[in-house]
């Protein structure tokens, strides 16, 4: 039999550790400082187990804490309770920038649970996740994407070995998405993105399996969405506010689409409502949606007539009713618009402007009561 080892008592006091990663540029360097690790009654005897404490801060903000059992024969057996407080994700930014193109600004991760690793499943984790104060942007320009004040998920329960993810509870605080077309008609959202790779590896074709993933549901909390159109001779800003809403049960071993129930307020007066069904992870297989917006100032739209009809919006408020179906890849949607006390104002040459007769089409389309009532279905 082979000889047993046993150590009463070990301690690594104050220890660091540099990380420094040139596969991806810039370099990516992580720092480990005041590594304590105790643990008492190491021993090689099979099935035995001794307790382990550990703490570590990162130079890059933060800090972690572990303390639980090791086993080190039959197998490795490790069992440590794990906390994570405070870390910065802004650390990760040279991998953020090769993968996707884009830069964490900010963002703080905490991270409370359990985890297990050793035979029959290489990693396990139960507990709470979060992420706060979240600021991306993109490269290329340098614009925002978005934002949110925190993101919690509780309860996950994670397996390699079964390779499922379930997260009975996602919620959402204050978040913000930035979407803006520049003047050379480049979006921010199209500007992000990882950079293609021509080099597969040689194992590429083999297909693990997928994993599973369940999400009991996400709630929205006062959420916000801007965007800004400047391709046009005056930049447009539209902005949704207050959005608050949820979205039902998301799981990939389902066909069942998941319930989407939105309600927030456009600019200063406007109202939006969007509500249906969809596919999470096939939309295109199943889904339906409704979204109403009621009460649209009409003139702040007036960037895009001068543009397409040479002409400014002097008054008038929109009803816009979008009703969109799609089964098996196909779209079936209507749009119903009505104007409600309409008129153009003066007008304003453009190149890209249409020479069209527009007073008398609008003189033509209003009903008796002035209100202009379009149904336009696509598919």
């Known amino acids: 039999p082979g000889w047993p080892v046993e150590v009463e008592s070990l301690l690594i006091d104050d220890a660091a550790i540099s990380w420094i990663d040139n596969s991806v540029a810039p370099a990516a360097q992580l720092g480990i400082e005041h590594l304590v690790l105790e643990a008492t009654g190491l021993s090689t005897v099979p099935e035995s187990c001794f307790p382990v404490t550990t703490s570590l801060t990162l130079t890059s903000g933060g800090a972690a804490m572990a303390s639980g059992e090791i ?38 991760l905490e991270l409370a649970g359990t985890t297990v690793t050793g035979p029959p499943d290489p990693f396990i984790f139960t507990g709470d996740l979060a992420v706060n104060d979240l600021l991306v942007t993109e490269n290329q320009m340098g614009t925002r994407l978005g934002s949110w004040s925190r993101v919690a998920a509780t309860g996950i329960a994670m397996s390699i070995a079964r390779r499922s993810l379930t997260i009975p509870e996602v ?80 799981d990939s071993g ?24 969809v596919t999470p992870l096939d939309p295109q297989q199943e889904s339906q949606i409704e979204a109403s917006f009621n009460n649209l100032d009409i003139p702040r739209f007036s960037p895009y007539t001068v543009r397409f009809a040479g002409h400014e919006i002097a008054s008038g408020k929109l009803d816009l009713d979008l009703t969109y179906a799609i089964a098996e890849a196909q779209l079936e949607g209507n749009h119903d618009i009505v104007l409600r006390d309409f008129e153009l ?32 279905p696509i598919s």
């Open 345 to 376: 104002g003066e007008k304003v040459p453009h190149p890209d402007a249409a020479d069209l007769p527009l007073t008398l089409a609008i003189a033509l389309l209003r009903d008796p009561s002035g209100k202009i009532d379009i149904d336009l």
């Open 254 to 277: 389902t066909t069942d689409p998941a319930n989407i129930s939105l309600e927030g307020r456009v600019d200063e007066f406007g109202e939006l409502a969007v509500s249906g069904s």
């Open 71 to 108: 086993s080190l024969l039959p197998a490795l057996v490790v069992a440590l309770d794990v906390e994570l407080d405070k870390l910065s994700l802004a650390a990760l930014n040279p991998y953020a920038a090769s993968l996707a193109g884009i830069t964490v600004e900010s963002g703080i």
């Open 171 to 250: 919620s959402v605080d204050q978040p913000y998405a930035d979407i803006q077309i520049a003047e050379d008609g480049s979006i921010n959202l199209g500007r992000a993105g990882a950079e293609q790779i021509d080099d597969e590896p040689e194992d590429a074709t083999q297909e693990s399996e997928p994993f599973a993933l369940a999400i009991g549901g996400i709630a929205i909390n006062d959420g916000r969405l801007t965007f800004t159109d400047r391709m046009l001779p005056i930049p447009f800003t539209v902005e949704v506010s207050e959005l608050q809403g949820a979205i039902s049960a998301i």
